[in-house]
């Protein structure tokens, strides 16, 4: 019995396997990053009174894919830091203060208003503001003309995008992703890209 054996076959395969787990790794990354993210903002969206559009890809969310080039491919989730004020939290008047929605159930502020922050009534983007002692007084004109004393006022805000991407939760539910998809997603690739090369 005679088993010949090319081991310049092998040994092209074995040279060949620092590329290939590059790529492999890179792939990996790109696509358990894209399946992280998905989980986060479906975690967001449910918890939170926030729209699935607000979350779309190229608005306060964007990724950057791994590129296997590179010594030490990263996959990043960029978010943009931009408040958000509490009438994107379903704000509306009560007789007295104001309800709000950021979470499942809606909350009231009885000390909360909702104004501009000029003149110009609901011509002009609505806030909700609270009048706050700490930030001190300002002058104002009455409608007949007279001046009087008004405590400054603060706007509200609730959790902004880039807070809850970054929050307790979110990180576990990211984490969580990352751990469960990660291996087995690197294997099929990485078997598959080998197979490919036996052929």
Known sequence: MRL?????????NIDELPRIARKVTA??????GRKANTAARKFITSNFNIKSRSLKLGNLVSLRRADARKPNPTFTIFIRKKARGLMKYGAKRLNRGVSVRVTKARKK?????????RKGGIQQQQF????????????????????YEDTKRKALFGPSVAQLYNSRKVRVIINKAIVDNY????????????DKRKK
């Open 27 to 32: 792939s990996t990354l790109n696509k358990v």
């Open 109 to 117: 502020i009885g000390s909360a208003f909702i104004s501009s922050w």
């Open 4 to 12: 010949d054996f090319d081991v310049r076959s092998v040994q092209r």
């Open 183 to 194: 291996q087995p997603v690197f294997d099929a690739d990485f078997k598959k890209r080998l």
């Open 128 to 147: 909700v503001f609270i009048r706050d002692k700490a930030l001190g007084t300002v002058t104002r004109t009455s409608r007949s003309g007279g001046t």
